[in-house]
């Protein structure tokens, strides 16, 4: 049960309120991606008004505790992964370091042609075969990521069939000799369109980060192009910047030279 107390001494009750609701999510009440109770329902319980409850789940909803979903209700937000990029990255490797519960489900292995944007990242003639994998990364039972990826069909040909379960990067590594030793990757917020978002379990314009990476292996060669959605609710990226050294180095100013006295002789 939901208590509030309207009292001089006390916060104001849409603050009483999020205070009840935050110490309910974290004492697991409702599990991530379950939904709490109607406004109606909270309304009765606190004995509050409907603007109350709006204003407490407003705050709620702005710490990402909560997220609504339009038509069906409130529900409890999945903690955000956070992921820094200092480094080239894995997502399965570090999730599951975390400790984290990480599942591919494969969507599709194919080999299509290359088109111009593809072949020029990978240095290839337009045209010549790709391998294309397309997958859900689902973490803790959610998708997470949409992940498309394309190396030139050359290079692994065995790929096609080998059995994927984790990072496809110590598959490269490991079964074929081709680690990835650098990334160009590049950031853009997109909408979701209905295909991406019927895979993410999102709303149709819900946001998305799209990342395209091109990674380089061995002689700096590169080896594959990644074209991944992420969910905006479940993750956010975090870069450390560091400060050039000066162009031109500023040294502390010394004692003024002494002047002459000039005499009048």
Same mark, same amino acid.
């Given at each position: 049960m939901l208590r509030t107390v309207k009292a001089d001494n006390q916060p104001p009750l849409h603050a009483q309120l999020a205070a009840e609701l935050r110490r309910a999510i974290d004492a697991g009440r409702w599990r991530p991606g379950e939904a709490i109770p109607s406004e109606r329902e909270l309304m009765r319980q606190a004995g509050v008004s409907r603007a109350t409850v709006r204003q407490a789940l407003g705050t709620l909803i702005n710490e990402q505790r909560l997220q609504r979903a339009h038509g069906r209700g409130t529900f409890v937000a999945?903690?955000?992964?956070?992921?820094?990029?200092?480094?080239?990255?894995?997502?399965?490797?570090?999730?599951?370091?975390?400790?984290?519960?990480?599942?591919?489900?494969?969507?599709?292995?194919?080999?299509?042609?290359?088109? #111009? %944007? +593809?072949?020029?990242?990978?240095?290839?003639?337009?045209?010549?075969?790709? $391998?294309? *994998?397309?997958?859900? @990364?689902?973490?803790?039972?959610?998708p997470l990521t949409l992940d498309n990826f394309f190396v030139s069909y050359r290079l692994c040909p065995e790929l096609l069939d080998a059995p994927l379960a984790g990072s496809l990067y110590r598959v490269l590594a490991v079964q074929f000799g081709l680690p990835v030793l650098r990334s160009t990757d590049t950031?853009?917020?997109?909408?979701?369109?209905?295909?991406?978002?019927?895979?993410?379990?999102v709303p149709?314009? #819900? %946001? +998305?980060?799209?990342?395209?990476?091109?990674?380089?292996?061995?002689?700096? $060669?590169? *080896?594959?192009?990644? @074209?991944n959605y992420v969910?905006?609710?479940?993750?956010?990226?975090?870069?450390?910047?560091?400060?050039?050294?000066a162009a031109v180095e500023l040294k502390p100013a010394t004692e003024p030279p002494a002047l002459e006295t000039p005499s009048f002789e």
């Open positions: 999945h903690p955000r992964v956070e992921q820094p990029l200092q480094e080239v990255y894995s997502f399965a490797e570090q999730l599951h370091a975390a400790g984290r519960s990480v599942v591919d489900r494969f969507i599709q292995r194919r080999v299509v042609p290359a088109d #111009a %944007p +593809l072949a020029a990242r990978l240095g290839l003639q337009a045209g010549e075969p790709l $391998l294309h *994998l397309q997958r859900v @990364r689902m973490l803790d039972g959610a950031f853009e917020p997109v909408a979701a369109d209905r295909a991406t978002a019927f895979f993410l379990e149709v314009g #819900a %946001p +998305l980060m799209f990342v395209e990476r091109v990674g380089y292996t061995s002689n700096d $060669l590169p *080896l594959h192009v990644g @074209r969910r905006g609710d479940r993750c956010r990226f975090r870069v450390n910047l560091g400060s050039a050294p």
